[in-house]
């Protein structure tokens, strides 16, 4: 009886040291800044964490809004660019330029004189939005080089034609054009000649166009085909 009596105190003492000993260890892990998580079935709660910590990487490096995640290669050389692809985004003044999901350069521009909204027709100084395309490349613009865009898109050609604003005959070759991936008319009331062009991004100063300065003109010129996607978002 005595001997068991010792058994039990010497364990409980035992129990005592081994708590002790988990309670500092869990105190010092506290001060350096250590955290616990309860384990989870099957590892869920592991897969879970890092998909979150991936998805906040991924977010991070997403220099514009809705589109996928992207690497960035500023030093990409041009000629090496395969699929340029042109996101502008009026609000930030910006244009970035994608090849596949690698942002491989992103430049300051200019706008129309009035940059607020959509183009509606002719003379608005508005700057169109929407999905483009490159219908046709200058290399001796008024301003330097130019791309000239495919507006009016099929949006817009639809919207004016509800509106009255164009004739059906109208509506129709603006939407032949750009079944065939050609330049729409520009002389109806939606008006045309939406280009992207050089001259200079130090401020909202063109007719509707989208203004660079003459060295990224000359790089984007370089890398932009026929045919090239053009976004142009709010």
């Given at each position: ?109 200019g706008l129309g004189k009035n940059p607020k909204g959509d183009k509606k027709c002719e003379g608005d100084g508005r700057t169109p ?66 280009y992207i062009h050089g001259g200079g991004a130090h401020g909202d100063w063109t007719d509707g166009c989208i203004a660079l300065y ?5 790089e984007i010129y370089q890398m932009a085909r026929l045919g090239t996607r053009v976004e142009v978002r709010p």
């Open positions: 009886m005595k001997r068991s009596l010792r058994v039990g105190r010497l364990r409980c003492t035992e129990a005592k040291r081994h708590g002790s000993w988990m309670l500092w260890l869990w105190l010092a892990m506290v001060a350096a800044g250590c955290t616990f998580q309860s384990p989870s079935p099957q590892g869920q709660l592991e897969s879970t964490s890092a998909q979150e910590v991936d998805k906040t990487a991924q977010e991070r490096s997403r220099p514009f809004e809705d589109l996928k995640p992207v690497r960035i290669d500023y030093l990409r050389p041009t000629e090496e660019v395969r699929s340029a692809e042109l996101y502008i985004y009026k609000d930030k003044r910006r244009l970035y330029v994608m090849d596949g999901d690698v942002l491989v350069r992103n430049y300051p521009i939005e929407g999905s483009f395309f490159i219908c046709f490349k200058n290399p001796r613009s008024r301003f330097f080089k130019s791309l000239a865009l495919s507006y009016p898109s099929q949006r817009h050609a639809e919207q004016a034609f509800a509106a009255g604003l164009i004739s059906p005959t109208q509506y129709r070759d603006i939407i032949l054009a750009l079944d065939r991936l050609l330049q729409p008319p520009w002389d109806t009331p939606l008006g045309g000649g939406i003459n060295s990224d003109m000359s």
